[in-house]
């Protein structure tokens, strides 16, 4: 290519392109609450709970060419002549911002029961617990390449139930043995990579 439409001088020419310049912006907005009750009762320690999770999301991001390798205009090239640019000033089609939001909602509830026997002298420690999960998102790319698109894939919704179980001994003060099982999971979500905005789903 010539760098005439790169702003050089007309005859310049131009062998490639690095220095690549991530350029995001990233805007969030938040809100979480959780409740939880705590007792005893005789040989019972217990933990209601309840958790509520609601958040949005903006992500804007690109990437830039930030050096260009020239040469005199005689068909020869020397990696020492590097030309520094202003990456945004570069005018290769599609490099405009990709840009996406991301609505949450996310509802819990939880309990956990630990028995604890008065027989065991209180070295034995039994624990269940289970939690509920109801967890939606909602996408919608609204900017690829800098050209206005309706991308809106299919919500992410999930509604599960979670165990756990420990059993623990105190063999003394200071030692303790234990086997746990639990079970859980992380939402899923979209690629903000992908071209065609592909959802993928939750990790178990």
Do not use: C
Not at 104 to 111: E, M, N, V
Request: no cysteine; charged share 20%.
């Amino acid at each position: 290519d010539h760098g005439g439409s790169f702003g050089l001088p007309a005859g310049t020419t131009v062998y490639g392109f690095s220095g690549v310049v991530p350029d995001a912006r990233l805007r969030q907005r938040q809100f979480s609450q959780e409740f939880q009750l705590v007792g005893t009762a005789g040989d019972f320690e217990y933990t209601l709970g309840a958790y509520y999770f609601h958040e949005k999301v903006t992500d804007t991001r690109q990437s830039l060419f930030s050096i260009m390798y020239v040469g005199p205009g005689d068909g020869t090239f020397r990696i020492t002549d590097p030309q520094s640019v202003n990456p945004f000033a570069l005018p290769f089609p599609g490099q405009g911002p990709t840009a996406q939001s991301a609505t949450t909602d996310s509802f819990a509830g939880f309990a956990q029961v630990t028995w604890s026997p008065a027989f065991a002298q209180d070295r034995l420690h039994i624990t269940g617990g289970l939690r509920y999960t109801d967890d939606k998102k909602k996408f919608l790319r609204f900017l690829l390449g800098g050209s206005a698109v309706d991308i809106e894939p299919e919500p992410f919704e999930e509604s599960r139930f979670d165990p756990a179980f420990t059993l623990a001994y105190d063999i003394s003060d200071r030692v303790n043995v234990y086997a746990k099982y639990s079970q859980a999971y992380r939402a899923g979500g979209v690629s903000l990579r992908s071209p065609n905005f592909v959802p993928f789903g939750a990790e178990m």
